[in-house]
């Protein structure tokens, strides 16, 4: 069974204050792990895919790395409005549906 | 706007009720998945559909069932209705011949008095 922790639970970050969040993961055949934006009562927004292991995906200042066991969001100089919960999700062989960690809610304080 | 959406954006019903959700995927992708968020439980698969067949259930209920019509449209049917299924229900969308990415609509959040 595909499982997925994501940690910390809930971080406060300063804007400005660089940190990264974790998801670690176990899964027979990894076909894809997913970072995803959830925003209060919305649909969650997609954000990366990785595949492989020392893969890297970045996006304004989100970077996103995998390694065989763990994926890390690293958030450079965050600003309020990337306050959200991160979510990690991961497909595995043989499946096509995601199995979601429970997420980081990020809050960023002006 | 991930292109998916869903109907309708908020439902209130009693115990033992039955409703009915709808979600339109993004132009050209063949399959749709549910999955039903609670504050404790997170995002949970329920079912996939691709191309109007079934493909896989997850954790879903004997009282929920789904299809996907010709027009590639879902329905998620949800029978004598509990507290418990109070939630938020997502639908997503993804191409068939594109990455594994899935896509969201806005959800449709359920209460069950």
């Known amino acids: 069974e595909d499982q997925v922790t994501q940690s910390p639970e809930a971080l406060r970050l300063q804007e400005g204050e660089s940190s990264s969040l974790n998801c670690s993961y176990t899964?027979?055949?990894?076909?894809?792990l997913f970072w995803y934006r959830q925003d209060p009562g919305k649909g969650p927004e997609f954000l990366f895919t990785?595949?492989?292991a020392g893969e890297e995906k970045e996006k304004e200042r989100l970077k996103a790395t995998l390694t065989k066991k763990e994926s890390f969001l690293h958030i450079t100089a965050p600003k309020p409005e990337d306050s959200a919960t991160y979510l990690c999700a991961v497909r595995g062989a043989g499946s096509y549906q995601l199995t979601f960690g429970k997420g980081t809610k990020l809050s960023v304080i002006p | 706007d991930s292109g998916v959406t869903q109907t309708p954006k908020h439902l209130i019903t009693a115990t033992g009720q039955r409703v009915t959700l709808r979600c339109s995927p993004r132009s050209g992708d063949l399959s749709v998945y549910w999955y039903q968020q609670s504050l404790d439980q997170g995002l949970q698969f329920l079912i996939h559909y691709y191309n109007g067949e079934e493909r896989a259930k997850g954790n879903i209920l004997e009282r929920f069932s789904a299809q996907q019509f010709p027009d590639l449209h879902s329905e998620l049917n949800l029978s004598s209705l509990e507290l418990g299924d109070s939630a938020l229900y997502f639908c997503?969308?993804?191409?068939?011949?594109?990455?594994?990415?899935?896509?969201f609509g806005p959800g449709t959040r359920l209460t069950v008095l």
């Open positions: 990785l595949y492989s």
């Open positions: 997503a969308s993804s191409d068939p011949g594109g990455g594994n990415e899935q896509f």
């Open positions: 899964v027979s055949g990894l076909r894809g």
